[in-house]
């Protein structure tokens, strides 16, 4: 009876284990780098956009966390919805540093000449941490990944002030900096008091400043804002919010948020000001200036790629597309394949799908790695009820969405349409 008992149980745990395995969500890869300018080993979570493998010549915005693993998992879901999803902000890299222990934590985010909290024998070491980002972690992660020069630093609580150390002694470390409820008390507001000095002589590139905190008392942000307020520094666009209906762990990700939909102002276009303010000539100027002035190359948001083809066949003006997608794919090279998918859909309802599919396999071979442009390929075969060639590539970009480690979403729709294509 013991023994039946044991097999049975035994059995539970491994069909357990197997769907455990066989569920995928994508935390990235953990990196090990070592440091000469700490002297240690230090390891990284980087969680690359879910297309990067599909876009080959797009280039990413850098997202730089502190306190990496503790807040990895409510960021980076953070990130899916907004730039996967929702596609409020462009697809980014998020950079997950990771901690060696409270203490040595504390101790590297403390500013030069303060001690860190409740351990006074421990004298900051922020700018030899400042030091290890510029001169090691960044050029690391630009050279083993396609970023964008466009990078942001993000900090919470004692991470907060190492942001503010950062953008305050080294200014043009990074182009955007998230302090969330900066620890601006430690050492009786040491920081704030030595800091107005320094950020008037500082001259350096324009960068954005975002401060936000919550339904919190001495934490004495505001006499920093004090000194922004007065000085005015041009070559920093700063904002600040309070959020009160929010306490000290749960500000980081609202303010997060918004300010991510602040630094990448005008990515989203809603529906109504599509309508209204843009023709498709304008909706593709507007993206290549911002594409310009955000240092990046990548497709433009689908819902704007929808509103300029849905333009000519309200006005019944298609005689135009093909001109006016010549002309954009030219202005915006990485929105090839979005505008291609696009117009597939519109020429599958309007004309024939087997007049999509035609559209679809003349650039076939210069999209094969995208799950997207195969899944709608396998799409298109369904609707020509040519149930063989749908499996396969139905099949295909299953392999490609593995492959990709793609997020179990994915894979699952993909799976369903299978069964039920075997059935």
Same mark, same amino acid.
């Given at each position: 009876?013991?023994?039946?008992?044991?097999?049975?149980?035994?059995?539970?745990?491994?069909?357990?284990?197997?769907?455990?395995?066989?569920?995928? =969500?994508? $935390?990235?890869?953990?990196?090990?780098?070592?440091?000469?300018?700490?002297? #240690?080993?230090?390891?990284?979570?980087?969680?690359?956009?879910?297309?990067?493998?599909?876009?080959?010549?797009?280039?990413?915005?850098?997202?730089? !966390?502190?306190?990496?693993?503790?807040? =990895?998992?409510?960021? *980076?879901?953070?990130?899916?919805?907004?730039?996967?999803?929702?596609? $409020?902000?462009? +697809?980014?890299?998020?950079?997950?540093?990771?901690?060696?222990?409270?203490?040595?934590?504390?101790? &590297?985010?403390?500013?030069?000449?303060?001690?860190?909290?409740?351990?006074?024998?421990?004298?900051?070491?922020?700018?030899?941490?400042?030091?290890?980002?510029?001169?090691?972690?960044?050029? &690391?992660?630009?050279?083993?990944?396609?970023?964008?020069?466009?990078?942001?630093?993000?900090?919470? *609580?004692?991470?907060?002030?190492?942001?503010?150390?950062?953008?305050?002694?080294?200014?043009?470390?990074?182009?955007?900096?998230?302090?969330? /409820?900066?620890?601006?008390? $430690?050492?009786?507001?040491?920081?704030?008091?030595?800091?107005?000095?320094?950020?008037?002589?500082?001259?350096?590139?324009?960068?954005?400043? %975002?401060?936000?905190?919550? +339904? #919190?008392?001495?934490?004495?942000?505001?006499?920093?804002?004090?000194?922004?307020?007065?000085?005015?520094?041009?070559?920093?666009?700063?904002?600040?919010?309070?959020?009160?209906?929010?306490?000290?762990?749960?500000?980081?990700?609202?303010?997060?948020?918004?300010?991510?939909? *602040?630094?990448?102002?005008?990515? =989203?276009?809603? #529906?109504?000001?599509?309508?209204?303010?843009?023709?498709? @000539?304008?909706?593709?100027?507007?993206?290549?200036? $911002?594409?310009?002035?955000?240092?990046?190359?990548?497709?433009?948001?689908?819902?704007?790629?929808? @509103?300029?083809?849905?333009?000519? %066949?309200?006005?019944?003006?298609?005689?135009?597309?093909?001109?006016?997608?010549?002309?954009?794919?030219?202005?915006?090279?990485? /929105?090839?394949?979005?505008?291609?998918?696009?117009?597939?859909? &519109?020429?599958?309802?309007?004309?024939?799908?087997?007049?999509?599919?035609?559209?679809?396999?003349?650039?076939?071979?210069?999209?094969?790695?995208?799950? #997207? %442009?195969?899944?709608?390929?396998?799409?298109?075969?369904?609707?020509?009820? +040519? +149930?063989?060639?749908?499996?396969?590539?139905?099949?295909?970009?299953?392999?490609?969405?593995?492959?990709?480690?793609?997020?179990?979403?994915?894979? *699952?729709?993909?799976?369903?349409? !299978?069964?039920?294509?075997?059935?």
């Amino acid at each position: 009876m013991i023994k039946t008992i044991s097999f049975i149980l035994s059995t539970f745990f491994l069909l357990i284990s197997q769907i455990a395995l066989a569920t995928h =969500f994508n $935390l990235g890869d953990r990196v090990k780098i070592d440091s000469k300018v700490l002297n #240690e080993q230090r390891e990284l979570q980087i969680l690359l956009p879910e297309n990067y493998q599909a876009n080959p010549n797009a280039t990413y915005p850098v997202i730089y !966390l502190l306190d990496g693993d503790y807040h =990895f998992h409510a960021v *980076s879901g953070t990130l899916d919805l907004m730039a996967n999803k929702a596609q $409020l902000i462009p +697809d980014v890299i998020l950079v997950g540093i990771a901690d060696k222990g409270t203490d040595k934590y504390r101790q &590297y985010m403390t500013p030069e000449g303060l001690t860190s909290p409740l351990k006074a024998e421990d004298k900051g070491k922020a700018n030899l941490f400042l030091s290890f980002l510029n001169k090691e972690l960044k050029p &690391y992660i630009n050279q083993n990944y396609r970023a964008a020069d466009n990078n942001t630093l993000i900090g919470h *609580s004692i991470g907060g002030l190492f942001v503010l150390n950062a953008l305050v002694e080294q200014p043009d470390s990074f182009n955007n900096y998230i302090s969330t /409820s900066p620890s601006l008390w $430690l050492n009786n507001q040491a920081f704030t008091k030595a800091a107005g000095d320094k950020i008037a002589k500082n001259s350096h590139k324009p960068v954005s400043l %975002y401060l936000s905190l919550g +339904d #919190e008392t001495r934490m004495n942000q505001y006499g920093f804002i004090n000194i922004l307020d007065e000085l005015q520094p041009a070559n920093i666009n700063w904002k600040f919010t309070h959020y009160p209906d929010e306490n000290h762990n749960s500000v980081a990700l609202i303010s997060l948020r918004n300010s991510l939909k *602040s630094i990448f102002k005008g990515w =989203f276009i809603a #529906e109504k000001a599509l309508r209204k303010n843009h023709t498709p @000539s304008s909706i593709v100027e507007h993206y290549k200036n $911002l594409s310009a002035e955000l240092n990046i190359n990548q497709a433009m948001p689908t819902p704007s790629i929808k @509103s300029a083809i849905r333009y000519f %066949y309200i006005q019944k003006k298609t005689a135009e597309l093909d001109s006016f997608m010549e002309k954009a794919i030219q202005t915006l090279p990485a /929105s090839e394949q979005a505008f291609l998918i696009m117009q597939a859909s &519109y020429v599958s309802h309007f004309i024939s799908p087997k007049a999509a599919l035609v559209l679809l396999k003349s650039a076939e071979n210069k999209f094969n790695t995208s799950i #997207e %442009y195969v899944k709608n390929i396998a799409t298109t075969y369904e609707q020509l009820k +040519d +149930d063989k060639s749908a499996f396969s590539y139905f099949e295909k970009a299953l392999k490609l969405a593995k492959k990709q480690q793609a997020n179990q979403w994915q894979i *699952s729709i993909i799976e369903a349409k !299978l069964l039920k294509l075997r059935s």
